[in-house]
């Protein structure tokens, strides 16, 4: 067990949906990114936070967006999804931001959409 | 970006040694992370190596060359769990996200 709670583990909705997806870090972790992965794809990573401030992006869709709130944990939020949106979810967290972080990840938040 | 390298797959035989390589872009360059990758499952850290050299943990030993941009996992004794999905992830100096090469995908042979 990593310490970092995803929630839900699987969410089957339509396309055009909005949904959420939870990440709470590991106790102690500011960090927290999210990173997606879809069927023989690698993990793509979408966007970090740092205590509540966004610190990087990655190719994320202008239809996903994210946020930390000021007790650490973080939702991303996908809308107006898409076939192509089905994928694995991942959120990691780390201690802080440097090069030298390791990340612990969570179990992960399987999403299909129908 | 930083143009990782690793095969695609690769097959071995229980019992067996395998060496799963990666290069990477030099520029910049702090340290590099290996993970694994279970179907399904979170990558779960292996290794971070920022000098050159091998570092041995166990069955996995992870080498490093920072002037080649080279890296290399080394599994020893191979077992039927270790296939799994093998990711190399170099880090930067500006630091912030980690960005994943593809993984190599490792199948274990009895």
């Known amino acids: 067990d990593s310490g970092v709670t995803q929630t839900p583990k699987h969410l089957i909705t339509a396309t055009g949906q909005r949904v959420t997806l939870r990440c709470s870090p590991r106790?102690?972790?500011?960090?927290v990114y999210w990173y997606q992965q879809s069927l023989d794809q690698g993990l793509q990573f979408l966007i970090q936070?740092?205590?509540?401030?966004?610190?990087a992006k990655g190719n994320i869709l202008e239809r996903f967006s994210a946020q930390q709130f000021p007790d650490l944990h973080s939702e991303l939020n996908l809308s107006s999804l898409e076939l192509g949106d089905s994928a694995l979810y991942f959120c990691a967290s780390s201690v802080a931001f440097g090069p030298w972080e390791k990340l612990f990840f969570g179990s992960g938040t399987q999403l299909s959409v129908l | 970006g930083q143009n990782i390298d690793q095969p695609t797959e690769m097959t071995a035989t229980e019992g067996a040694i395998v060496q799963i390589n990666c290069t990477y872009q030099?520029?910049?360059?702090?340290?590099l992370f290996w993970y694994q990758q279970h179907a399904g499952e979170a990558p779960t850290f292996l290794s971070y190596n920022v000098l050159d050299g091998l570092e041995e943990k166990g069955r996995f030993s992870s080498f490093l060359s920072r002037s080649k941009g080279y890296s290399y996992l080394l599994l020893k004794e191979l077992q039927m769990k270790d296939s799994a999905s093998y990711l190399c992830?170099?880090?930067?100096?500006?630091?912030?996200?980690?960005?994943f090469g593809q993984g190599t995908e490792l199948s274990v042979k009895p």
């Open positions: 106790s102690g972790d500011l960090s």
């Open positions: 992830a170099p880090s930067y100096n500006q630091g912030g996200k980690l960005i």
């Open positions: 030099t520029s910049g360059f702090n340290g």
């Open positions: 936070y740092y205590n509540g401030e966004e610190r």
